[in-house]
């Protein structure tokens, strides 16, 4: 006979928090949270007293809950909504350099590598990890223009258990000869992933976790042709979108010497069919007002990548005037524009550049939680399957300790759970993730002893 308790497959019980609005942060104390066999989140339960808890179970196994202590608690995965793959290679290395000769540099040549499948593997293999390990447990990558290595960055994540939207990279123009398609190859080649994704997906005996997602690297690299052809494939497929804009002055001088038919850099993807509510555009650092307008009303969304910025030098985007704008924003590390795979230092880093550009409107920790986790779910378009704790929602979750051997937090008699949290915000890293959860289930890394499994 079907009962609640054998629905459930896991139970938390202890502090959970969670962004319930950009301006409230929820600390739930004595919660109970059930996960069903399809990670999604089934029950939640507020403020049970320890010797009420067994009640409040109505039959779980005791195996199952997961008792946490006072120096931990469970938030959500973080949502990473502009990361490169491949660029985990030479994440560090660079930042003396402007965007378009980082380019030149460092990534063309080392994406060019990519043509071999075992070398893709390999490094993939590390990227996603370490992506993982740092509790993003929801990711846009890019990765290459290179059919098979793209297909293997799929076969990685899905071995990890990543959440993902993973994009085949577009370029027929102004790219160096050996990094560079034919217009009829990169649509061909595009078309071909996406049938490869959907084709793995349909296999699969649980809600599928990767998604493919339209990706020009940026409009100088594609003709007006292929960006057609782009919004194209996007309708047919009904497929995400995702690629910069206005990162760097130079660049932007450069895109409308290009389209010089188009009104702004912005209305570049508007005219191509590239830019509606399913698009996540990365930077969005010198956008005239017309451009925000032109984003409001296609309802697109922009990745804040902070660190990226300040490194690559390309300037300091207004988060303020976005959110005043009700555009989505989420928070991006732009690896390896940005020197790391963690969204805790891309959130260090946004309020950092929001001190710098305005001392009277910085951004709280309220709103930089919420831009890690729901306003990434926004941004991506998953705010109803991920983000938070709502009941319904698939359980993306990292528990975290701040009394982990080696934490890099200190923790003191006078800490409570707000100011643990905070610290871990601002103090913690990847030691502090103990566990890391993808739509219900433990992700088990590379090296991990136990394999991923759906029950």
């Given at each position: 006979m079907k009962t609640f308790a054998n629905t459930i497959a896991r139970v938390f019980y202890g502090t959970l928090i969670h962004s319930v609005s950009i301006t409230q942060v929820e600390f739930i104390k004595q919660g109970l949270l059930f996960i069903d066999h399809q990670g999604r989140i089934a029950k939640l339960l507020k403020n049970v007293d320890q010797d009420k808890v067994q009640a409040a179970l109505e039959g779980v196994e005791d195996d199952k809950v997961v008792y946490l202590n006072d120096d931990q608690f469970v938030i959500p995965?973080?949502?990473?909504?502009?990361?490169?793959?491949?660029?985990?290679?030479?994440?560090?290395?660079?930042?003396?350099?402007?965007?378009?000769?980082?380019?030149?540099t460092y990534t063309f040549p080392c994406e060019s590598k990519f043509?071999?499948?075992?070398?893709?593997?390999?490094?993939?293999?590390?990227?996603?990890?370490?992506?993982?390990?740092?509790?993003?447990?929801?990711?846009?990558?890019f990765a290459t223009i290179h059919l098979e290595a793209c297909k293997e960055l799929v076969n990685i994540i899905q071995e990890q258990g990543q959440r993902a939207y993973v994009g085949k990279v577009n370029m027929n123009q102004n790219s160096p000869d050996f990094l560079v398609e034919t217009t009829e190859d990169s649509v061909r080649d595009t078309r071909a992933?996406?049938?490869?994704?959907?084709?793995?997906?349909?296999?699969?005996?649980?809600?599928?976790?990767?998604?493919?997602?339209?990706?020009?690297?940026?409009?100088?690299?594609?003709?007006?042709e292929l960006l057609t052809e782009l919004g194209k494939l996007a309708k047919e497929y009904d497929l995400p979108i995702q690629s910069h804009l206005c990162e760097n002055l130079n660049e932007i001088d450069f895109t409308m010497s290009l389209f010089p038919k188009s009104a702004n850099y912005t209305a570049v993807y508007a005219d191509h069919g590239l830019l509606n509510d399913r698009t996540i555009m990365a930077h969005c650092v010198h956008m005239k007002d017309e451009e925000l307008d032109l984003m409001k009303e296609k309802n697109a969304g922009i990745s804040h990548c902070a660190n990226s910025n300040l490194n690559l030098k390309s300037g300091l985007a207004d988060v303020r005037k976005i959110l005043s704008k009700d555009i989505k924003v989420g928070l991006g590390t732009d690896v390896a524009g940005g020197y790391s795979p963690s969204i805790l230092e891309a959130l260090r880093a946004s309020r950092s550049v929001s001190v710098a550009r305005d001392l009277d409107t910085t951004l709280l920790v309220?709103?930089?939680?919420?831009?890690?986790?729901?306003?990434?779910?926004?941004?991506?378009?998953?705010?109803?399957?991920?983000?938070?704790?709502?009941?319904?929602?698939?359980?993306?979750?990292?528990?975290v300790n701040t009394a982990v051997d080696n934490s890099p937090i200190d923790i003191y008699d006078h800490d409570d759970i707000e100011t643990k949290f905070e610290k871990y915000l601002f103090v913690g890293d990847d030691r502090n993730n103990e566990k890391i959860y993808v739509q219900g289930r433990e992700v088990r890394l590379p090296g991990a002893t136990v394999a991923v499994s759906h029950k």
């Open positions: 995965g973080f949502v990473d909504t502009h990361i490169h793959a491949p660029q985990h290679a030479f994440c560090g290395n660079g930042h003396d350099l402007p965007l378009l000769q980082w380019l030149d043509a071999n499948r075992d070398h893709a593997r390999k490094l993939y293999t590390k990227s996603v990890s370490r992506s993982l390990r740092n509790g993003t447990t929801t990711a846009s990558w992933f996406v049938e490869y994704v959907n084709g793995v997906n349909a296999k699969l005996d649980h809600k599928p976790l990767v998604t493919p997602i339209i990706t020009p690297r940026f409009a100088i690299s594609c003709t007006s309220s709103e930089l939680f919420y831009l890690a986790t729901m306003g990434g779910a926004r941004v991506m378009e998953l705010q109803d399957t991920i983000g938070n704790f709502e009941v319904g929602k698939e359980f993306d979750a990292i528990l």
